[in-house]
């Protein structure tokens, strides 16, 4: 079928009329559909059984970005990123992303596992709402998909020839552009912030010392190609449903087409950036102190349960390799030292241009009271900085933790 | 045409046949041939007229090892790599690679400028003859075929694209195993090496440290995509005419079908690690001692030059980046020690897989007296992995230098 834009209605046409409808719907179901979408880039339909159990999810790729509409252009091919990215996902980490169903190129959409019971975790973290096994579910299955799609347990061809499906070259550039050079300097750029941080701002861009190394942590991010990367690893591209009443709720990871081989220091950095984003963001959303500091502990808590979960399940792997290489002791302990090192400093860039950059958080835009705000992104500003200006000496995760502490003042409550 | 390897007498009727013929030869030329396969892999024929004056080199990929024969087969695919790479490297160091003519892609062959008056420079450096300007060359050489497809030249788009022309699967995978894993354990493995190392060899391969480093040296060969590389830049890649009356020579640089997407310090490493082959083998080869250290301070004074080269012509390129993140000079300072510091480890893996591993060279293999030869193989293990171990702590070339001074013994001739 030629590429359209789907709508509500032609949605069900299109649905129907695939021939893996069956393997999906009972023959005949009368369906439905309704329109949800809500990241930047694609819409997305939920197409259902009138009165029945079974759904599923219809995303399609836009020639543009939704949000910014047909004057920024960007190819529908992203979708193709997605669907190989979900499948390498799904076959390292099944049951962690939404079940793929169907792929078409031409249409540029991915059919694939209705989480209805899911919403996304950004908004119900803003209000604090604690998702038990967070940091260890995302740890873990950073570990199994950042080790199966490496050197450690593919061959080198087979790596290489993986790598071949993922020469993802718009989206890269976007990042690029947006996590790593504009919001370092005053052009070219689209920036945004509020003006009471210029002061803020012009220091940033005068700090040769963090530039330098911001610089750096952009090259590896378009030179270094350790793992297949979901790329885009946000509180925005996490699931989850509410704790049940034992205190369990189950988390997916969905949205990777931005994935392309780069350092896996930039997933988990990625993530943790976002855990902080919101502890620093919660001065100005929790009502008092001590709600304040205990959703912090658990933000902290959780990252530093990531990075734990990461370590433990990359290093239970790497007993598996084949190649004696893989197998030193030495190589091992300083090759985790090194995504670590690279987690924190893309952890800082990533803080920072969600502050002053292009592609703003929730996190910190809904602080209702604008002196709190602007107090928090600053603070926000402060805290990335000192993250990728210490980021090769973090030697441990408990280091990571002790700048976190001070950088929060949760030592009294820990 | 279809693929059929050619001889003595075929290769006349395939340049005849070319459409490109007359763009080589006069119309109607009668020509001779000559088979001058030199190097591991290819058939390589001289194609001349008959009292002429114009000549071209033919080389043709075998569909598997030369000097191996059938039973190692090799996909003639090289054959693409090295167009490729020689179309690149002509792009960006004009007339110092051979003037590409053809590229065959069926019949495998690269048509090619016709060397005649240069030869291969392993064998006159083996017997210490000086060729002039030979750091400087390959150093402006390196620093403008890897700039020029880095990310520092190139648009990120770009770059990506040319680096699928480059997935040179089975090359790197050579590399891979007798660089980097064979040479460091005792299965699986080609390597070859006298059992009067025995001792030696017991001990690089418990040597945890050194093994820890050599992996991570693997990982960014493998990983790492700075810029195209070589890929086998050892001296047997270099071809220079003899020392003219004003003492110049000429100097190419041939053979870049390992080409890949790598770390820049491979291919500066691979030709440092030659040079100091060679001046620790001439410890079997000059019949005295002021002869030995003189072509030795030669060695060290071009390996010193050759970085210096590349690194004042890296900086000058910098300068033309059209991206704000490649102009810091903090970054610019840490890059290019880091290219240092992985050249170093490079060339230990290089010296000590020479002598330990499959491939040998010259320099040591043609040491007449046998306990000599054994000799200085034993002092290019150790000078290797003292490359190896120390290559992390490197922070400029003086101290490469000075070590070089003080395992060579230079310093009271210096």
Same mark, same amino acid.
């Given at each position: 079928?030629?590429?359209?834009?789907?709508?509500?209605?032609?949605?069900?046409?299109?649905?129907?009329?695939?021939?893996?409808?069956?393997?999906?719907?009972?023959?005949?179901?009368?369906?439905?559909?309704?329109?949800?979408?809500?990241?930047?880039?694609?819409?997305?339909?939920?197409?259902?059984?009138?009165?029945?159990?079974?759904?599923?999810?219809? !995303?399609?790729?836009?020639?543009?970005?939704?949000?910014?509409?047909?004057?920024?252009?960007?190819? !529908?091919?992203?979708?193709?990123?997605?669907?190989?990215?979900?499948?390498?996902?799904?076959?390292?980490?099944?049951?962690?992303?939404?079940?793929?169903?169907?792929?078409?190129?031409?249409?540029?959409?991915?059919?694939?596992?209705?989480?209805?019971?899911?919403?996304?975790?950004?908004?119900?973290?803003?209000?604090?709402?604690?998702?038990?096994?967070?940091?260890?579910?995302?740890?873990?299955?950073?570990?199994?998909?950042?080790?199966?799609?490496?050197?450690?347990?593919?061959?080198?061809?087979?790596?290489?020839?993986?790598?071949?499906?993922?020469?993802?070259?718009?989206?890269?550039?976007?990042?690029?552009?947006?996590?790593?050079?504009?919001?370092?300097?005053?052009?070219?750029?689209?920036?945004?912030?509020?003006?009471?941080?210029?002061?803020?701002?012009?220091?940033?861009?005068?700090?040769?010392?963090?530039?330098?190394?911001?610089?750096?942590?952009?090259?590896?991010?378009?030179?270094?190609?350790?793992?297949?990367?979901?790329?885009?690893?946000?509180?925005?591209?996490?699931?989850?449903?509410?704790?049940?009443?034992?205190?369990?709720?189950?988390?997916?990871?969905?949205?990777?087409?931005?994935?392309?081989?780069?350092?896996?220091?930039?997933?988990?950095?990625?993530?943790?950036?976002?855990?902080?984003?919101?502890?620093?963001?919660?001065?100005?959303?929790?009502?008092?102190?001590?709600?304040?500091?205990?959703?912090?502990?658990?933000?902290?808590?959780?990252?530093?349960?990531?990075?734990?979960?990461?370590?433990?399940?990359?290093?239970?792997?790497?007993?598996?390799?084949?190649?004696?290489?893989?197998?030193?002791?030495?190589?091992?302990?300083?090759?985790?030292?090194?995504?670590?090192?690279?987690?924190?400093?893309?952890?800082?860039?990533?803080?920072?241009?969600?502050?002053?950059?292009?592609?703003?958080?929730?996190?910190?835009?809904?602080?209702?009271?604008?002196?709190?705000?602007? !107090?928090?992104?600053?603070?926000?500003?402060?805290?990335?900085?000192?993250?990728?200006?210490?980021?090769? !000496?973090?030697?441990?995760?408990?280091?990571?933790?002790?700048?976190?502490?001070?950088?929060?003042?949760?030592?009294?409550?820990?």
């Amino acid at each position: 079928m030629p590429y359209h834009i789907l709508n509500r209605e032609s949605v069900l046409e299109y649905v129907r009329g695939h021939p893996l409808f069956d393997t999906v719907f009972y023959p005949g179901a009368a369906l439905e559909s309704q329109e949800i979408s809500d990241g930047n880039l694609n819409l997305v339909f939920r197409v259902y059984e009138r009165g029945g159990e079974r759904s599923v999810l219809v !995303k399609q790729a836009l020639p543009y970005l939704r949000v910014a509409g047909e004057g920024w252009p960007l190819s !529908k091919a992203r979708a193709g990123f997605e669907a190989r990215a979900l499948e390498q996902h799904h076959l390292a980490a099944p049951g962690r992303v939404p079940q793929p169903k169907w792929f078409d190129e031409e249409m540029a959409v991915n059919v694939m596992e209705d989480l209805r019971r899911h919403q996304v975790m950004r908004a119900p973290m803003v209000a604090r709402v604690q998702f038990p096994g967070l940091g260890r579910t995302v740890g873990e299955f950073l570990a199994a998909t950042l080790f199966a799609t490496s050197d450690f347990a593919l061959l080198s061809a087979e790596k290489k020839r993986l790598g071949t499906q993922f020469v993802n070259l718009e989206l890269c550039e976007l990042s690029e552009a947006l996590i790593f050079t504009e919001p370092f300097y005053s052009r070219p750029s689209r920036n945004r912030y509020s003006s009471a941080l210029e002061a803020e701002v012009q220091s940033l861009w005068a700090d040769a010392e963090v530039l330098a190394q911001v610089a750096y942590l952009k090259l590896r991010f378009m030179t270094d190609t350790q793992a297949l990367l979901h790329g885009d690893l946000h509180t925005g591209s996490l699931m989850a449903t509410l704790p049940d009443a034992q205190g369990q709720c189950d988390i997916r990871i969905i949205d990777p087409e931005f994935a392309f081989f780069g350092p896996m220091g930039f997933d988990v950095g990625l993530f943790m950036a976002n855990l902080l984003l919101n502890a620093v963001a919660q001065q100005g959303h929790a009502p008092n102190l001590e709600q304040r500091q205990t959703y912090r502990r658990y933000l902290l808590e959780q990252l530093a349960l990531c990075w734990r979960s990461f370590e433990s399940g990359f290093l239970m792997r790497f007993e598996t390799a084949s190649n004696p290489s893989w197998l030193e002791p030495g190589f091992q302990k300083s090759f985790l030292c090194s995504v670590l090192q690279d987690s924190v400093g893309y952890a800082g860039c990533e803080m920072i241009r969600r502050t002053i950059g292009f592609a703003h958080v929730l996190d910190l835009d809904s602080i209702p009271d604008e002196l709190e705000r602007v !107090k928090a992104e600053r603070e926000v500003l402060e805290l990335g900085r000192a993250l990728i200006g210490s980021h090769r !000496k973090i030697e441990s995760i408990d280091v990571l933790e002790r700048i976190v502490v001070e950088h929060l003042q949760l030592e009294v409550l820990l």
